[in-house]
């Protein structure tokens, strides 16, 4: 039973979190919206978009996963330094992110430096895009991933290796299936955190036209009067909104499927 006092507050916090949205719904001007959303200065931080966040998330399952096997069957003091570690881009502000990303890898950073003299620059380009973005997507398929670990445990993995199967053969066909909800989550909050990332792209790839203006830059330009018109900032706003549903259903009819 839920107490009746609850349904008070719990109705101002969904209104906090459903009006906003119903607000952008109804400053959307529907008749133009096929047009907006196929115009050029729509299509272009689209096409952007949607091609660094695949990138990005394909960074992510590279290097994220690794990382949640090596924290999840760690030993616990280490696990939660290393937790604590991967969990500190959830925390920190955007542009912060773009700054620690400025000074290791910018002109004047730890390693930028060394970069330019090979011939390499990072910043202001459309790999920083996808650098920013795995940046602040990384820990969402890390700690799904992690989680899923260690709710499956080892048990299965130990009968594995007590039958004489290799320590690679154990992680592809034990491990990996066990965890693949916590996985396609992952992945998919993933991609959809680095499809809106904003502030760190900002900061350190910049808002050139075709080569790091993605769809949140794109938003923001229009808002400051140039690049795309108001409407088409609502109109892409929409769409972010409406990727981010479609993800969150997927996820949560996945889940759903698999506890059944």
């Known amino acids: 039973m839920i107490p009746r006092l609850l349904y008070v507050p719990a109705s101002i916090g969904l209104a906090l979190l459903v009006l906003p949205l119903a607000g952008l719904l109804l400053k959307v001007d529907w008749p133009s919206l096929p047009a907006l959303l196929l115009s050029p200065e729509a299509l272009q931080p689209l096409g952007l978009s949607l091609a660094t966040a695949s990138v990005s998330t394909v960074l ?12 999840a069957r760690s030993r616990p003091r280490l696990a939660g330094v290393l937790r604590a570690l991967v969990t ?33 620059r990072i910043p202001f380009t459309t ?22 670990l260690r709710t499956a ?8 290796a007590t039958l004489g199967a290799h320590r690679g053969t154990v992680f592809a066909r034990i491990t990996l299936p066990l965890v693949g909800p916590g996985l396609l ?4 909050l993933s991609f959809a955190r680095a499809l809106g990332e904003f502030g760190a792209t900002a900061l350190f790839a910049g808002n050139q036209a075709g080569v790091t203006r993605t769809m949140p830059l794109a938003i923001y330009t229009a808002f400051n009067g140039s690049g795309v018109t108001t409407d088409q900032a609502v109109a892409l706003s929409l769409l972010l909104i409406a990727v981010a ?15 059944s």
Request: charged share 10%; glycine share 12%; with cysteine.
């Open 60 to 71: 992510c399952l590279l290097l994220g996963v690794p990382l949640a096997v090596v924290i």
């Open 88 to 120: 500190v881009p959830l925390v920190l502000p955007p542009l912060v992110g773009g700054i620690a990303l400025l000074s290791l890898l910018g002109r004047n950073g730890v390693l930028g430096n060394t970069l330019e003299l090979a011939g390499l």
């Open 127 to 148: 790999t920083a895009v996808v650098i920013a973005q795995t940046f602040v997507a990384l820990p969402f398929l890390v700690i799904a991933v992690e989680g899923a």
């Open 153 to 160: 445990g080892v048990r299965y993995e130990r009968v594995a």
């Open 185 to 188: 989550a992952g992945t998919v």
């Open 245 to 259: 549903v479609i993800i969150l259903v997927l996820v949560g009819t996945r889940r759903t499927s698999v506890l």
